[in-house]
Nanobody, 117 residues
Framework: VQLQASGGGLVQTGGSLRLSCAAS??????MAWYRQAPGKQRDLVAL???????HYADSVKGRFTIARNNAENTIYLQMNSLTSEDTAVYYC??????????????WGQGTLVTVSS
């Protein structure tokens, strides 16, 4: 099982970025994006199920959109109206339970998003 995240980079406040995460080796009922800012814990940003159900952290609602291509086993995170608060390493994760994702899920290597003012 392998998750490969990409798309991070440096963007100015108010800008946009699109992250991608391609999974191989298994089909996961839940795929998600987490992020970890320096000195902070890793938090859930958004998740999506195979059926297309989604959930977002309050801090990104209305700005971020998670999407999934089941045929390619890939998820995307479209991030708009970025602020410095969004600066973090973004990780994709996949598994069968969001409650157990941190302990039993599969994780990608992380991609850094830096928002400059």
């Amino acid at each position: 099982v392998q998750l490969q995240a990409s798309g991070g980079g440096l963007v100015q406040t108010g800008g946009s970025l699109r992250l991608s995460c391609a999974a191989s080796g298994a089909i996961f009922s839940i795929m998600a994006w987490y992020r970890q800012a320096p000195g902070k814990q890793r938090d859930l940003v958004a998740l999506i199920t195979t059926g297309g159900g989604t959930h977002y952290a309050d801090s990104v609602k209305g700005r971020f959109t998670i999407a999934r291509n089941n045929a390619e086993n890939t998820i995307y995170l479209q991030m708009n109206s970025l602020t410095s608060e969004d600066t973090a390493v973004y990780y994709c994760a996949a598994g069968s339970s969001i409650a157990l994702m941190r302990t039993t899920g599969s994780w990608g290597q992380g991609t850094l998003v830096t928002v400059s003012s």
